[in-house]
């Protein structure tokens, strides 16, 4: 079944700098993949998604990038702010299954 | 409803006796997720409904898990003869129509005395 690593499980970086968070996966016919951030004590949220179509997609200071070769896809946070700090989840899913399998987590912390 | 709901918000049990779990997925959602997350630990499958199709419950750790989806809506999970390694907080979620954005509710944490 698909499998889903992340790296790295914690993260610390200086406020204004940029994070980057790491996923591979293992199942070649993923073609969803979202990325949830969840604060202490909340639920997931989702903060940004790219599908297997699209190589790069933006938000504000958050993008994430896919290379389906290599079945790797990254989240890069820019500027970051206190506010960030969190547990970031990357998950894949697949047209037909549709059974999202999350990777273990990053926790980020964004030292003022 | 606005979100995904779930109840309760916290259970504790004694070992040994059966809990049930519900969640009220949003409104029109085909799919929905059971998830598992312990303490500081990631999100671990537990099953998956979608429509009017056979459950994925391939995520279940024995056999004292089950769930069942009442008319493509309101979901139970039942863990049955609680043990103490089932503590933890159990998350569902719901998406429209699988491989889309999944809405999570708030969870129930399971702790089992």
């Known amino acids: 079944g698909e499998n889903v690593e992340q790296h790295p499980s914690t993260l610390s970086v200086q406020e204004g700098d940029s994070a980057v968070i790491k996923c591979t996966y293992s199942?070649?016919?993923?073609?969803?993949f979202p990325w949830y951030k969840q604060e202490l004590g909340k639920r997931p949220q989702l903060i940004i998604d790219?599908?297997?179509?699209?190589g790069e997609k933006k938000d504000q200071r958050i993008a994430v990038t896919l290379n389906k070769t290599a079945k790797h896809f990254s989240l890069h946070i820019t500027e970051t702010q206190p506010e960030d700090s969190a547990v970031y989840f990357c998950?894949?899913?697949?047209?037909?299954?549709?059974?999202?399998?999350f990777g273990t987590g990053t926790r980020l912390k964004v030292l003022a | 409803g606005a979100g995904v709901s779930q109840s309760p918000s916290n259970k504790v049990t004694e070992k040994g006796k059966d809990v049930e779990l519900r969640c009220d997925p949003i409104s029109g959602h085909t799919a929905l997720y059971w998830y598992r997350q312990s303490l500081g630990q990631g999100l671990e499958f537990l099953i998956y409904?979608?429509?009017?199709?056979?459950?994925?419950k391939s995520g279940l750790p024995s056999d004292r898990f089950s769930a069942e989806r009442t008319g493509g809506s309101v979901s139970t999970l039942t863990i049955q003869r609680t043990q103490q390694e089932d503590s933890a907080v159990y998350l569902c979620?719901?998406?429209?129509?699988?491989?889309?954005?999944?809405?999570f509710g708030q969870g129930t944490r399971l702790t089992v005395v």
């Open positions: 998950a894949a899913s697949t047209s037909g299954t549709y059974k999202y399998i």
């Open positions: 199942d070649s016919a993923s073609n969803y």
């Open positions: 409904f979608q429509g009017n199709s056979a459950p994925d």
């Open positions: 790219i599908r297997s179509n699209v």
């Open positions: 979620a719901s998406s429209s129509d699988g491989n889309t954005e999944a809405f």
